[in-house]
């Protein structure tokens, strides 16, 4: 089983990869605690391929090194992606490399979305932001989507964090156990008919 993370935090070390290895965590765990089937991680910096995505904008076509990272998270079982909030919104960084993703590639796939940002003001960019746009791309989001703000880290809300990415790790834990490979073999439209075959086909109807 695959899974893949979507981190587009710009340093290092950030809260955005902290939370997003923190989902990580709780997924695996509650991942072992069922069939014990292995989870094979793999991890998207995208201020790695930053450049990369901004010459495909431009070109239209990858660099083997994002090609890579592409194919990381379209062939993957299940996909945990987290952004710092800017501007009340997901970082430029990660909606261009959502932009460069073939679209329907992510159609079926279970997506967890999660968001770091400095004031709790900023959680409503999970439902009003990330949901939306991984929506439009046919992705199965998750229920419960994840933010971090900085006071969630320490303190008496850091009990409540921990209560939210278990919940939302769960979740992403129960469709991937439960989402074949072959999600994609069928995505609402694999028996579409044209309207102009539809015409052609009642002409050659007797009357």
């Not at 261009?96 to 960019?125: C, E, K, M, Q």
């Not at 850091?158 to 994609?184: K, N, V």
Request: a negative charge; hydrophobic letters at 40%; glycine letters at 10%.
């Amino acid at each position: 089983m695959k899974l893949t993370i979507v981190s587009a935090g710009t340093t290092s070390p950030s809260s955005t990869r902290l939370l997003a290895d923190r989902l990580t965590e709780s997924l695996t765990k509650q991942l072992g605690d069922g069939d014990g089937e292995e989870l094979e991680v793999h991890v998207v910096e995208l201020r790695d391929v930053a450049v990369d995505i901004a010459k495909n904008m431009v070109t239209g076509f990858p660099s083997p090194a994002l090609q890579a990272e592409l194919d990381a998270v379209t062939g993957a079982d299940g996909v945990i992606a987290v952004t710092p909030v800017y501007s009340a919104s997901y970082s430029g960084l990660f909606k261009s490399f959502f932009d460069v993703i073939d679209g329907g590639a992510l159609a079926g796939l279970p997506v967890l979305i999660a968001a770091t940002g400095g004031t709790p003001r900023h959680s409503l960019a999970l439902d009003h932001a990330l949901r939306p746009l991984l929506s439009y791309l046919r992705a199965t989001v998750m229920p419960t989507g994840v933010y971090a703000a900085s006071q969630d880290w320490g303190g008496e809300d850091a009990s409540e964090l921990h209560t939210r990415i278990d919940r939302a790790a769960g979740e992403l834990a129960d469709a991937m156990a439960g989402t074949p490979r072959s999600r994609r073999a069928s995505d609402g439209f694999s028996d579409f008919v044209p309207f102009e075959q539809q015409l052609a086909n009642l002409g050659q109807l007797d009357v």
